[in-house]
């Protein structure tokens, strides 16, 4: 069965400082990895993913993961954080094993990032 | 083009009526998901359809949930009779499911449900 752990259920950074959101996943065959992004009252919204090829991969507002293979993780990162970054972020997986995904993935429990002025 | 689309936005309605929550999903896409928000549980799946067929509802949490898709476009989650733990957001996503796991899921702004 497939699992993504987000090991933080906040983080709080002061802006301008770099950022990490950790997120670590569990899945057979190839896995396939998203951030999404959720501000107040809003839905989802899509920030990034890893497919295959180069480990960084970069995505929305300045936003970057890295994936790291090894030590199944897949780290959101930002070098200046803003305090409009503010929002909970959820990590996601997905893969190609087992058959026919449909396009389900299995989501994280959600990180609060809070940027302090 | 738009994006996911539910009504209603919000819903307020007394213990034992009947809710019905509506998706349109963005045109071409032949999956979607139904999710439900809480601040206890987190962000639950409940249903997913692939080519309007009903593929995993596992977790629907009982009887009083149903789902259907008639169509391409359009989907209904009803709960029928609501009572106050059903209380959530409530989302879609669609995505169009052809690399095996790969595809992103596009969410609606969901629906605010709140049970008396």
């Known amino acids: 069965a497939q699992s993504v752990a987000q090991p933080e259920d906040q983080v709080n950074v002061a802006e301008g400082n770099p950022l990490t959101v950790k997120c670590t996943y569990s899945?057979?065959?190839?896995?396939?990895l998203f951030w999404y992004v959720q501000y107040p009252n809003r839905g989802l919204q899509f920030l990034l993913k890893y497919i295959t090829g180069d480990n960084l991969v970069k995505g929305s507002y300045g936003f970057e993961a890295e994936f790291n293979k090894s030590q199944t993780s897949f780290h959101l990162k930002k070098p200046s954080a803003l305090v409009s970054d503010s929002a909970l972020y959820f990590c996601a997986a997905g893969s190609n094993a087992g058959g026919t995904s449909y396009g389900k993935l299995t989501f994280g429990q959600g990180t609060i990032l809070t940027v302090h002025p | 083009d738009a994006g996911v689309i539910q009504s209603p936005r919000h819903e307020v309605t007394e213990m034992g009526q009947e809710v019905t929550l509506r998706c349109k999903p963005i045109?071409?896409?032949?999956?979607l998901f139904w999710y439900r928000q809480t601040m206890m549980r987190g962000l639950e799946l409940l249903i997913y359809f692939n080519n309007n067929v009903p593929i995993d509802d596992s977790g629907m949490p009982e009887d009083r949930f149903s789902a259907k898709m008639p169509n391409a476009s359009f989907s209904t989650l009803k709960i029928q009779p609501s009572e106050p733990r059903d209380s959530a957001v409530y989302f879609c996503?669609?995505?169009?499911?052809?690399?095996?796991?790969?595809?992103?899921?596009?969410f609606g702004p969901g629906t605010r449900l709140l049970v008396l």
């Open positions: 045109s071409g896409h032949n999956s």
């Open positions: 996503a669609s995505s169009l499911a052809a690399s095996g796991g790969a595809e992103t899921q596009y």
């Open positions: 899945v057979s065959g190839n896995p396939y």
